[in-house]
């Protein structure tokens, strides 16, 4: 079935660093969404990219898709405390399904 | 507009007993998923369910678990004979009913049940 891996699983960053998670899927993708989880929190969504190649940006982050839609990226520019959380990348696969398969996320903390 | 809604929010059973939980999705939303999260995991899916209707139970194990949305009220997810092993949260998720292809459906969550098996 369809797995969707991500790294790095945790990040632990100085305030102000960038940081970036990667996420690749086994099988293509008909489209990928991100979420953000604070701790002891649950899900939010932040982005969903459809098409290949896609870059899309939202203040200092960026998420670009893959070419061949089965990897994806987000990256965070100038790190602050408020972006400490987990952040899992989903994928739909082809094929009308509903489901999405996350991975299991990477862990960011940054140290003020 | 409220969101997703769960209860409870925290559940605590000894081995044997069952555990009930149950969410109301989003106003105006028909599709419902339910995931399960160890701690420092990803979000596994169990189930994906409409109004009446399972969808995708591919997620769910074969034995003691059964999740529905009926016509009226809530979506149940239910474990029967809990295990240590169950022990996790679960959260459930809604979406409305119209996608465009190619494109999915966010997926809007709601605080989770951190279930506790004694």
């Known amino acids: 079935g369809q797995q969707v891996m991500q790294i790095p699983q945790y990040q632990h960053v100085q305030e102000g660093e960038d940081f970036t998670t990667y996420c690749n899927s086994s099988t293509t993708l008909s489209n990928i969404q991100w979420y953000k989880q604070r701790p002891g929190g649950h899900p939010v969504f932040l982005i969903q990219l459809v098409k290949s190649g896609e870059v899309k940006k939202q203040k200092r982050l960026t998420f670009q898709f893959g070419e061949a839609k089965k990897n994806s990226s987000l990256h965070i520019t100038a790190t602050q405390t408020t972006d400490v959380g987990t952040y899992f990348c989903a994928g739909q696969g082809e094929g009308g399904s509903e489901k999405l398969v996350f991975g299991k996320g990477t862990k960011l903390t940054v140290n003020p | 507009n409220a969101g997703v809604m769960q209860n409870p929010r925290h559940l605590v059973r000894r081995r044997g007993q069952e555990a009930r939980l149950r969410c109301s999705p989003m106003?105006?939303?028909?599709?419902v998923y339910w995931y399960r999260q160890l701690p420092e995991e990803g979000l596994k899916f169990m189930v994906y369910?409409?109004?009446?209707?399972?969808?995708?139970e591919s997620g769910m194990p074969k034995e003691r678990f059964s999740a529905e949305f009926p016509k009226e009220g809530p979506s149940i997810l239910r474990i029967q004979q809990v295990v240590r092993g169950d022990s996790a949260a679960y959260f459930c998720?809604?979406?409305?009913?119209?996608?465009?292809?190619?494109?999915?459906?966010?997926?809007?969550f709601g605080p989770g049940t951190r279930l506790t098996v004694l």
């Open positions: 998720a809604s979406s409305p009913s119209v996608r465009r292809s190619g494109s999915g459906n966010e997926q809007f």
């Open positions: 369910l409409q109004k009446e209707n399972i969808i995708d």
């Open positions: 106003k105006g939303h028909s599709h």
